[in-house]
């Protein structure tokens, strides 16, 4: 084919846009920024990760999301979820040991690889490019790889990054459901639902309802057939998981902010800053 | 003069200014223009008027007048745009118009780009090969449900502002390596036709370059029909291709349905 020679170069950032193509990038890089910052030092923390549970009898068991499933608790820590006692062996022992260092490379993943992330921390954090129509950094050039080339052909691995994230979802689906219980001292479990219940109950429907609406998920139940009338079953997973991919970037927002605001909230509670209110 | 805000209707003539990219392959500079603007009025309509009253010697590519063509593509105040589907009224009226060619594409005169190269790509792609037919009279049986998606990649009037905006012709320059989301859209609509047999999978990876499409998303943002390219058309011509050369367990299902 032949090579066609373009009319104007654009420097960085140059367009002869007038409306406010900066403001979206802006906010993407703010709130994931924001998100990326508090989770890291969440997850290093390996403290005030719960609340309830034979440690603290009476209140309703929450279990931050940034914390589960709990592998092995932290040092001196009984939260009551852990699957085993003590640490791992194999931790590195100059290593600050945190469950959640266990945990979050899973979510972290499957948010990464996630399409509507990538179209949009591409724009944010490395302009590639900033905003439709608005000049790139000259250094790439020619040299643009996409995702065709090492680094970023590693994001077709997001279907798997998926599996992991379907499981967590049943994972973390218990959490709510356990939340609804609390333990006296006597070891006996009542049940009850406090707010913290309902913050933990609609923090898996957020995130269900961003991972069911994933494209990779899309495909597999249906997308990659050209034959919807052959199965009446593809047929409605396919619109139904449509109507929620059509949503995927509301998912993704509401469920970031809300899974974050999660941990916040255990956090404080943990702390003694805020009250888990009984509803009954 | 009107006092309408930008984005209602305007009911008063009005004088609005206009840069309007004048030049060639040579190179060229905008030149502004005074334009009376009346109710009702688009982008194109001014540019006639600028032709018909002020400079008979500027260049501009249209035909329909109705966003059926897909001829009149330009950049208006910086946007991939149809100039005879933006009205006047929703641009701001204190501000002067910018006008200026397609920038992915070589330059002819003035607002007028060689897109020559949109049809050369699409005689590349494998054309529609459909199975035998169902029916003894030589028709096929098809439902609403199987052709639903293809029909929306219908709806596109190859006004090629999607390869326009796109950063990998626009900014990268890729036209050798990456067919763009035009086209993309016109392999989804093959692809996902159940009477078709063909398998352009292998292309899309290897010559068309759908990896270069980093999901920006400023293809589905210009166009003007509304189509959903990057979700209903290159994301799952992406997972098709994953299908296909990356994920090694349908690679291993294929290899045992043979």
């Known amino acids: 084919m032949t090579k066609i020679s373009l009319p104007q170069a654009r420097g960085f950032l140059q367009t002869n846009r007038k409306d406010l193509w900066w403001l979206q990038p802006l906010v993407v890089l703010l709130g994931f920024g924001a998100f990326i910052v508090y989770s890291t030092w969440a997850a290093l923390q390996g403290s005030h990760y719960f609340i309830g549970g034979p440690s603290d009898p009476g209140a309703q068991q929450l279990l931050s999301p940034f914390y589960s499933p709990v592998v ?146 899309r495909h597999l139940v249906g997308g990659k057939h050209d034959c919807m009338s052959c199965s009446k079953m593809r047929q409605n997973a396919y619109s139904r998981v449509s109507w929620l991919n059509a949503r995927h970037m509301l998912f993704a927002w509401m469920s970031l902010f809300w899974v974050g605001f999660t941990d916040v909230y255990v956090r404080l509670c943990s702390m003694g800053v805020w009250t888990d209110y009984r509803i009954f | 003069m009107s006092s309408a805000p930008a984005g209602t209707t305007s009911t008063e003539t009005r004088i609005m200014n206009f840069r309007v990219w004048r030049g060639d392959a040579n190179g060229g500079a905008f030149v502004e223009y005074s334009v009376e603007v009346t109710p009702g009025m688009v982008v194109l309509d001014c540019i006639h008027k600028i032709q018909a009253e002020q400079a008979q010697d500027l260049a501009c590519r249209w035909n329909c007048k109705a966003g059926k063509c897909g001829s009149c593509s330009a950049e208006i105040n910086g946007k991939p745009s149809l100039m005879c589907m933006t009205r006047m009224d929703t641009l701001p009226k204190d501000e002067t118009v910018m006008v200026e060619p397609m920038q992915a594409f070589p330059i002819l005169r ?58 990998v012709l626009r900014d990268h320059h890729k036209h050798d390596e990456f067919i763009g989301p035009r086209f993309l859209v016109f392999t989804a609509a093959l692809e996902m036709n159940p009477l078709d047999t063909e398998d352009r999978i292998a292309d899309l990876k290897k010559r068309d370059g759908i990896g270069y499409c980093n999901i920006g998303k400023c293809c589905t943002k210009v166009c003007p029909e509304h189509i959903t390219i990057t979700d209903n058309a290159i994301i799952p011509l992406k997972e098709r291709v994953v299908d296909e050369f990356y994920d090694p367990i349908t690679r291993l299902f294929r290899m045992f349905k043979g």
């Open chain 2, 110 to 167: 003035d607002l007028v780009t060689d897109v020559s190269w949109n049809y050369e790509v699409k005689k590349k792609i494998k054309p529609f090969k459909p199975r035998a037919p169902d029916n003894a009279d030589g028709t096929w049986t098809t439902y609403q449900v199987d052709v639903e998606r293809a029909q929306e990649f219908r709806k596109c009037i190859e006004c090629f502002l999607c390869q326009d905006v796109c950063h």
């Open chain 1, 72 to 217: 092995w608790d932290a040092a001196n820590l009984k939260s009551g979820h852990a699957w085993f006692e003590g640490l791992p062996a194999w931790w590195p022992a100059w290593m600050i040991f945190s469950p959640a260092l266990l945990i979050l490379p899973f979510p972290g993943l499957f948010r990464f690889t996630c399409y509507y992330y990538r179209g949009a921390y591409y724009k944010a954090f490395w302009g590639d490019p900033v905003s439709c129509a608005v000049g790139e950094p000259k250094f790439r050039g020619d040299n643009y790889r996409g995702e065709e080339k090492f680094p970023l052909i590693f994001q077709n691995v997001h279907r798997y990054a998926l599996y992991i994230a379907i499981v967590f979802i049943f994972l973390l689906a218990f959490d709510a459901w356990t939340s609804l219980w609390n333990v006296d001292s006597t070891g006996a479990k009542h049940f009850g639902v406090s707010v913290g219940s309902l913050v933990l109950t609609m923090n898996v429907v957020l995130l269900g309802g961003y991972t069911f609406g994933c494209h990779c998920w």
